[in-house]
């Protein structure tokens, strides 16, 4: 069973990374955002079982995250927040990924023209 790196083991493994410096950290990720909105959405029956959380960037750029109940008594609305944006924030890391993947691809080309 897949068991989750204690902090002390992630920060051990980041230093293991041979570019430090092209880590993507959760804080300079949210560095820009300039909102965050949430809003609860209930099910056909009107309870609600679902949170979704808009980030907004600098650049007007948006990400969406959710997070659902499968017990509507359940919801908790502080709780639906917090995995709701954790799930915005992951988007994120996707995003920045990209970015990141496609300066160096262009580094790249422009050194093998040269």
């Known amino acids: 069973m897949y068991q989750p790196l204690t902090q002390e083991q992630l920060a051990e493994e980041h230093a293991k990374q041979p570019r430090q410096d092209q880590l993507i950290k959760q804080a300079d990720l949210v ?3 300039t909102s965050v909105s949430f809003s609860d959405v209930s099910g ?9 959380c ?5 650049n007007g750029y948006q990400v969406l ?6 017990d ?6 502080k709780l639906g927040e917090h995995y709701a944006y ?3 924030v992951t988007q994120l890391f996707a ?3 990209y970015v990141m993947k496609e300066h160096q691809h ?3 080309c422009s050194n093998t023209e040269e």
């Open 106 to 108: 262009q580094l790249a």
């Open 44 to 52: 056909p029956d009107g309870t609600v079982r679902c949170m979704v």
């Open 54 to 58: 808009l980030i907004t960037l600098e």
């Open 31 to 33: 560095s820009d955002v």
């Open 95 to 97: 995003v920045r990924s």
């Open 86 to 88: 954790n799930d915005a």
């Open 72 to 77: 509507p008594s359940n919801f908790n609305r």
């Open 65 to 70: 995250g959710k997070s659902f109940v499968v």
